[in-house]
């Protein structure tokens, strides 16, 4: 049966967080918290639970002082009752046990804690080897490493064809934080994927919790190696709200039907395990809820936290919203864009008042008095073939002396948000467009996106350029920034770039090519793009012989019924020639802007920086491949980046290897972030880490990004066109913070998306079969990275027919002896060791619970499995 939509008066859904504070608790009737209860009471007051947080004047002081630490918490997706923040020494995590200890934070909130003494440290036992000690690993690697950034999908080709392939759109293919292209798109731990039913039945949110695995002890911890203890904290105050306060889940009646709260509220039941239960007003419910709860039992909900009192175990909310079935596509869309905060509301009329209203809009004259004409210059655009946003074009004509002059043009988009109006604000409070794998949600109006700034061929467009002379060694002679317009010739895909590129004597057909304009040929094009090929190839083998790092995950691409948007099937992207063209000008585009905004305004560039690894999380990986054998140097980001390179063989097993160990490598990693020059001293403090330059920023997507615009208004008031925005250094940086948090939320929501399509390709295609490689062992259960589809999962031994497992440590690596309880009763039982880099078969096979899947092992000589890297290449050829 169906049902209506059952709203409330709430600001809508997709408002941007943070616009306004939630309704509190009035008008819902008292809260739990406020019932009496005797057996909670003492001496007529009602006993608290969580501590009352600290005043401000307090906290300012304490924090001043350096007695508090504040940090971003951290809750991990595997065991919620674990949360951490960053230590600012860069060392070990500081860990908070539990809930109480964590005081009503949700995951994501800026807070500030109180260390406990030393007796309360956390005991980090040895035989553990569950390196979930160091925190909530979410996959945050930064764009900039992984080259292929943000799984940006464009939707064009739904209509053209039954099957569409939504493919990696490379984030301007600026790899800037080496970790390349996959941001681990499925962290298995994330959100509600990570619960796995095992077995024996038993519903848990991580690893089977033992004893053995780390534990808190009142013993002397003074006798303990320092190695073994992690230095834990209580939260005293939130200094920030960043967690949405919304969640995704289900309604459940009250156990206890008799209570005066049965009559007045229902539970809700969060998919995500890291934020609290929550009692709503039955009023908000449907209104036949209560008789008939049953038909409700796979509907979800979303729901607003609007408080949580001292004394209570639950939060208090507000029902928002009946999404649909669970499982389904777009109400598990809607629900993970609602609890990250993402404003997916259409645009307001005051707000598309501000776009040009006379169309078809042409460029007015006097700009072509401010600007450089290079509309008759061979200008193109490469991105994939499904593209709509094109913030980028390319031109590269040979010059005297066997030089060339290469440009760089991004779409003008300041010139189309004017500071202070309705639009900018609305581009701001968003500050990035968030790419899921079915569709986009677009910064700014589709107007704007695909139209007026897209560089779409043979049309007249606005731009800024980058134009340099380099030698064909990619060497710099001369550098100019202006305003232009250009007019593409076409645009071409990735893999026309690529046929380019490795048929570079071959006249391709004009059948396999776009349309070219007729002031140009296609042999042009195709001369350009191999000419910056061969510039891009020594600007990159430069940059890495310079020290920079790139960390390559795999990455997955869905394929898309046309009719119905379920996912078909899935493979591994490439990461081509083509993509590391584009990649290199974008980075050098990038650099270059960066140098000119800081060499002008010092204390008012916007830029990007990427920190240095987190040194303890980095040593115990020094440590781990030491016990491995693995001659690594971790002394830099070049030094790690030539022994990820050289180490490893490209046998099936090698490679496997690599992807790894890559893996592990991303974990250390940083995020990188946008700041203001004037509010961080010294410069080493503005150096990113894995490019391995003095400064670096984002100036190549201003369609999609916020901070991009934000570079151009700097860049224009840097070359005369108009004044430095009036914004205070202090401004700047909040502006700065926003948009990293808002590509934070961006890039967990695409991952989330990537997910939920790959959990449903199980449901209705599995179970899949894969080799998989272990990373880590733990007593009762071993972590995998599956190779066919780059998604890491916890294999429990209790979800595989055992007779017995035995855990061992030999010498210092972890090992699990498994004993298959034979299928015959005349075989004998058949043995298998598991340890760390072991190669092993899994199967993903989807649970009964929507869109939660496991896997199990695949059972020593068993027959039917494929080889995934045949299987890949063929798929691929």
């Excluded at 003494?117 to 490493?145: C, R, W």
């Excluded at 589709?446 to 380099?470: H, Q």
């Excluded at 980095?618 to 491949?625: A, H, I, K, S, T």
């Amino acid at each position: 049966m169906s049902h209506p939509d059952y709203r409330l008066n709430l600001r809508p859904l997709g408002t941007p967080r943070g616009t306004s504070s939630l309704a509190g608790p009035r008008g819902v009737g008292a809260s739990p918290g406020d019932k009496k209860s005797k057996s909670k009471t003492i001496r007529g007051k009602k006993k608290s639970i969580f501590e009352t947080y600290l005043s401000k004047e307090d906290v300012s002081e304490g924090l001043k002082r350096g007695t508090l630490i504040q940090g971003v918490l951290r809750i991990n997706p595997k065991k919620f009752h674990e949360a951490f923040i960053p230590s600012p020494d860069g060392d070990r995590d500081i860990f908070i046990d539990g809930v109480v200890a964590r005081n009503r934070a949700l995951n994501g909130d800026l807070v500030v804690v109180n260390l406990l003494p030393e007796e309360q440290l956390k005991v980090i036992k040895p035989e553990s080897d569950d390196k979930e000690t160091e925190g909530a690993y979410e996959s945050d690697l930064p764009e900039e490493l992984c080259g292929s950034h943000l799984l940006q999908q464009s939707l064009k080709g739904y209509n053209d064809s039954p099957d569409v392939i939504i493919e990696a759109q490379f984030d301007d293919s600026d790899s800037e934080d080496g970790r390349g292209n996959t941001q681990n798109a499925l962290v298995d731990g994330v959100k509600k994927l990570s619960v796995c039913v095992h077995a024996k039945g038993k519903e848990d949110a991580g690893a089977p919790v033992t004893k053995d695995e780390n534990t808190f002890m009142s013993q002397d911890t003074r006798a303990l190696p320092e190695k073994s203890l992690q230095r834990s904290a209580k939260v005293v105050y939130i200094l920030e709200k960043k967690h949405s306060r919304a969640a995704t889940g289900f309604l459940k009646l009250l156990a206890d039907r008799n209570s005066e709260l049965f009559r007045k509220y229902a539970l809700f039941s969060p998919s995500d395990h890291r934020v609290p239960r929550i009692y709503v007003p039955l009023k908000d419910c449907p209104q036949d809820f209560v008789t008939r709860p049953k038909d409700y039992a796979n509907t979800l909900f979303i729901c607003r936290i609007v408080d949580w009192k001292e004394d209570c175990n639950f939060a208090l909310g507000q029902l928002a919203k009946s999404l649909g079935q669970a499982g389904e596509i777009e109400p598990e869309t809607e629900g993970i864009l609602t609890e990250y905060g993402v404003d997916f509301s259409d645009f307001s009329s005051e707000v598309l008042e501000c776009l040009p209203q006379g169309l078809p809009w042409t460029i007015p004259p006097e700009e072509f008095s401010k600007r450089r004409d290079l509309r008759k210059d061979c200008v193109f655009t490469i991105d994939p073939s499904t593209a709509r946003d094109l913030d980028d074009a390319l031109s590269c004509k040979p010059v005297a002396d066997g030089n060339f002059e290469v440009g760089v043009h991004i779409a003008d988009v300041s010139y189309f948000v004017p500071e202070g109006s309705s639009l900018d604000k609305v581009a701001a409070e968003r500050a990035t467009s968030v790419y899921l794998v079915q569709k986009v949600v677009p910064m700014l109006p589709r107007l704007l996106c695909e139209e007026l700034c897209s560089l779409n061929p043979m049309t007249d467009k606005l731009t800024f350029s980058v134009i340099w002379t380099l030698t064909p060694k990619g060497k710099i002679l001369s550098e100019w920034f202006g305003q232009t317009i250009i007019r593409s010739c076409t645009k071409l895909s990735y893999e026309h770039a690529q046929s380019m590129i490795e048929g570079p004597t071959r006249k391709i057909p004009e059948k396999e090519l776009p349309p070219v304009s007729p002031e140009h040929t296609s042999e042009e094009v195709h001369r350009a793009v191999l000419n910056l090929h061969g510039i891009a190839k020594e600007l990159r083998q430069q940059r890495f012989a310079g020290g920079a790092l790139r960390l390559d995950q795999l990455k997955l691409v869905f394929t898309l019924d046309h009719e119905t948007g379920l996912p078909q099937g899935c493979h591994i992207y490439e990461y081509r020639d083509s993509n590391k063209l584009v990649e290199e000008f974008m980075l050098l585009a990038n650099m270059a802007v960066a140098r000119k905004i800081h060499c002008t305004f010092p204390e008012r560039a916007l830029l990007r920086r990427h920190p240095p690894p987190q040194t303890k999380m980095l040593n115990d990986l020094v440590e781990f491949c030491d016990q491995m054998g693995l001659p690594m140097d971790f002394s830099s980001a070049g030094a790690l980046h030539k022994s990820l390179m050289e180490t490893f063989g490209d046998d099936k097993y090698s490679r496997a290897q690599k992807e790894v160990l890559t893996n592990m490598c991303s974990r250390p990693m940083q995020m990188a972030s946008y700041f203001c020059s004037g509010v961080l001293q010294g410069q080493a403090q503005l150096r990113h880490y894995a490019l391995n330059v003095p400064l670096y920023t984002h100036f190549t997507s201003p369609i999609r990004r916020f901070a991009d615009v934000l570079v151009h208004r700097l860049l224009a008031a840097t070359l005369g066109y108009r004044e430095l925005p009036d914004v205070e250094p202090d401004a700047l940086q909040k502006q700065a913070d926003h948009c990293n948090d808002r590509r934070m939320a961006s890039k967990r929501v695409q991952e989330l998306s990537a997910s939920l399509f790959f959990a449903i390709l199980v449901k209705e295609s599995g179970p899949l079969e894969s080799e998989a490689m272990v990373m880590g062992v733990l007593s009762q259960a071993f972590d995998v990275l599956v190779l066919r589809y780059g998604v890491q999962k916890r294999v429990y031994c209790n979800a595989l027919p055992l007779r017995s497992y035995r855990f061992q440590k030999v010498g210092k690596k972890p090992e699990l002896t498994l004993v298959w309880e034979p299928e015959d009763a005349e075989q004998e039982p058949a043995q298998q060791v598991v340890s760390i880099f072991s190669l092993v078969e899994v199967v993903l096979r989807a649970e009964t619970t929507a869109l939660k899947y496991s896997a199990i092992l695949k059972r020593p000589g068993t027959e039917g499995l494929l080889d995934w890297q045949d299987e890949l290449e063929e798929e691929q050829d």
